[in-house]
């Protein structure tokens, strides 16, 4: 059984995908039949949601792992440090399509990229990373993951415009509060 933190980044999962089957609807039609205000009002909203989930996921989990050289733990040290690169490339795209004023045929063929990279980033964790963070973290050590994502998310998706150039990659100063050793399953 799944879990309450597990439950809660899949359903920020889903919510991302559901930003991006709105997007794949509205701008990938012929350009003459684009609505661009609506994709970029959607792209917004998509952008937000993104920025908020990976900022906390990154805040939560991946900087509990990320410095574990122990043997237990050396394969979720692996997920995390993937896991901040894919949202470095994400946060590359984002960046990119942001800038670009119109949806043109490029904008869409970098959307269809980060699509698919979102794709395989969830995915990968759904199937493999969660489950061993589950197996390996206690109850309460993930209740407390909860809070810590929770809190985060909430901060994030408060804060008016964050900068393009500093979405992801600040996780020196943001790290979880938990200490592994103590949090895993005895």
Known sequence: MKNGFIQILERDHRVIEGYWKKLKKECEKEETQRDVLLCRETFQQFKQAIVAHAKAEETALYSLFESQDS??????????LEGYKEHQLVD???????SDL????KWVAQFTVLRELLEHHIEEEEEEFFPQVQSVLSREALNDLAEIYQIEHAEHLKSEKPSNSQFFGNRLNNQSTIDIESAAKK
């Open 71 to 80: 043997k237990q733990f050396k394969e979720l040290r692996h997920f995390s």
């Open 92 to 98: 590359q795209l984002i960046h990119e399509m942001n």
């Open 102 to 105: 119109s949806i043109d045929d």
